[in-house]
Nanobody, 123 residues
Framework: QVQLVESGGGLVQVGGSLRLSCAAS????????MGWFRQAAGKEREYVAV????????YYADSVKGRVTISRDNAKNTVYLQMNSLKPEDTAVYYC????????????????WGQGTQVTVSS
């Protein structure tokens, strides 16, 4: 088990940037693949980006590709989501999630979740 705490959300104007952080507890962070997901009001939770154990492999949803970067610092037990050129449709609660060893795009395959952080993009 790993506990996750997100931070960095807030209100930003269209075209602005935010950097989300997710701090993980425990000494086994480097054995978890990490993901960022989001859930807009009235919609299902969806995949945004995932990163493998070392950080060498990253994958992005088409809706954010080119505007978002996921990264991790295993020494700090933290995963980040840098978001640029934000759009109103990026408004959602953003969650980080962890699963042992292998990357997955499937929300249901993640057993460890943070409490979420709200991102609101105003036009």
């Amino acid at each position: 088990q790993v506990q996750l705490v997100e931070s960095g959300g807030g209100l930003v104007q269209v075209g602005g940037s935010l950097r989300l952080s997710c701090a993980a507890s425990g000494r086994t962070f480097s054995s978890y693949a990490m993901g960022w997901f989001r859930q807009a009001a009235g919609k299902e939770r969806e995949y945004v980006a995932v990163i493998n154990l070392s950080g060498a492999s990253t994958y992005y949803a088409d809706s954010v590709k080119g505007r978002v970067t996921i990264s991790r610092d295993n020494a700090k037990n933290t995963v980040y989501l840098q978001m640029n050129s934000l759009k109103p449709e990026d408004t959602a609660v953003y969650y980080c999630a962890a699963r042992r060893f292998t990357i997955s795009y499937d929300v249901k395959s993640y057993g460890n979740w943070g409490q979420g952080t709200q991102v609101t993009v105003s036009s």
